[in-house]
């Protein structure tokens, strides 16, 4: 994780290509490539769009050290001209993206990259490893924690996630798709996310007795004395040493606005509905109820169908590897070469398997709401010399299935574009501050 430089985290196929561009100077020529995705993760409805910062981090550093030619010197492919080529390489495109923590949908451009195509060809593997992976955790969370009907959901799968840069940059997208905080320290220091957390069942069995161990976990912690209850007997001891606790601490004048219990094995919904009626008759009805357990989105649905009683949630396998649907599927496709004079030839990939073929031309996104509700309504995609004004007639149709359309009349339905710049000649242009501010204003 310590190496920020990661040109080399490419695949080896991108170097021979450029090598071969190379070869042929007059091939180099500037390009347009889209990073999309075909289908939502989880059979879900939308996505959301995650790791536009580690992208822009990854953009402004990349260039290839001392270290990285002898490599690749080493391999025996490369020529001396071309390694010498590489040794001052940098970024000179534009990159336009969706900003981060938006709703993305399938088939539509979420990365647009337009520079020679050595240059576009060079970032293809780390701009689908950043968007995949981030994207699809903080679409998994997004899930989980719409389930969670306003419940703060905690992050806390570090233990559990595919390796340290899944855990720290899984964690940050949880927390842009609604995630109250996580339990990674790293995560925090890094990205200024808050950092959550309880105590462990050994905290508990260290001690000589429950009690003790919750009462010096309340006197070290009275402004956040989440105590875990389902170390031995969950109704028989935990929740009665927890309300014993809770009465110490109202002896000692300690403040009890920030007591609950958490439950990380049984029947939740039965035990969290016991718990409460222990709680509230014992006078602390402010006590919340966490519960954690191998949670996610279908789970915490059927919870709250059994009524179970439940204040947040701990979250952490099933979110940070997103278990039932691990891959996030995007792809990023050649969609225009740029001609003499200047404008853009459209490119298609055709394919017997028709979701496979590519949608050509030099595109921008339109969001289109409605004005009433503030809904979104659809994505608009259209050539990026096209415009569009809300005093006029819209015309929208499927692009698949083209029958299937519908016309919204002036005064119905606001536009906003979507892909924003990112770089320009190579130079960061994008301020996430003032793209929600322009998201929030739309």
Request: charged share 25%.
């Amino acid at each position: 994780m310590d190496r920020q430089n990661l040109t080399l985290l490419t695949d080896f196929y991108e170097l021979t290509m450029m090598q071969g561009y190379f070869k042929h100077r007059d091939e180099n020529k500037t390009v347009i490539f889209d990073a999309f995705f075909r289908n939502n993760p989880f059979g879900g409805g939308y996505s959301i769009m995650c790791g536009v910062e580690q992208l822009v981090r990854y953009i402004e550093d990349l260039h290839f050290s001392s270290q990285d030619i002898e490599y690749l010197r080493s391999t025996g492919i490369f020529d001396a001209d071309f390694l010498d080529y590489l040794a001052d390489f940098h970024f000179h495109g534009d990159i336009y993206c969706i900003p981060e923590g938006s709703l993305i949908f399938p088939r539509e451009p979420i990365v647009k990259v337009v520079a020679p195509i050595m240059e576009a060809q060079l970032v293809e593997t780390a701009i689908l490893c950043i968007i995949n992976h981030q994207s699809l955790i903080a679409t998994k969370s997004a899930r989980i924690c719409y389930a969670a009907k306003g419940a703060p959901i905690m992050e806390f799968g570090l233990r559990r996630a595919q390796g340290p840069d899944a855990g720290t940059y899984g964690a940050r997208a949880a927390v842009i798709a609604g995630c109250a905080g996580t339990s990674n320290v790293l995560c925090g220091e890094l990205f200024n996310v808050p950092v959550l957390g309880t105590h462990a069942h050994s905290w508990i069995m260290s001690f000589e007795s429950e009690f003790e161990a919750f009462k010096t976990y309340a006197e070290l912690y009275p402004s956040a004395c989440t105590l875990l209850v389902d170390t031995y007997d969950t109704l028989g001891s935990g929740i009665p040493n927890a309300i014993r606790t809770f009465d110490y601490m109202k002896e000692k004048g300690l403040p009890l606005d920030h007591i609950g219990i958490r439950l990380d094995s049984g029947d939740l919904a039965y035990l969290t509905k016991k718990a409460r009626k222990m709680l509230d008759k014992a006078g602390y009805p402010q006590a919340k109820i966490c519960c954690s357990n191998d949670l996610d989105e279908h789970l915490i649905n059927s919870l709250y169908q059994q009524g179970a009683c439940i204040d947040s949630f701990g979250v952490g396998t099933h979110l940070i590897t997103a278990k039932d649907n691990p891959s996030f599927g995007g792809v990023y496709k050649l969609a225009a070469v740029q001609r003499e004079d200047g404008s853009f030839e459209p490119k298609i990939k055709l394919s017997e398997n028709t979701e496979k073929i590519t949608n050509p031309g030099n595109k921008k996104i339109y969001r289109v709401y409605e004005k009433d509700s503030h809904k979104i309504k659809a994505d608009l995609i259209c050539f990026a010399d096209e415009t569009y004004r809300e005093d006029e007639p819209l015309l929208l149709f499927d692009p698949v299935e083209p029958w299937k359309k519908t016309t919204l009349h002036p005064g119905e339905f606001t536009l906003r574009e979507m892909l924003v710049p990112l770089f320009q000649d190579g130079k960061c242009v994008y301020d996430p501050v003032l793209q929600w501010k322009s998201a929030i204003t739309a």
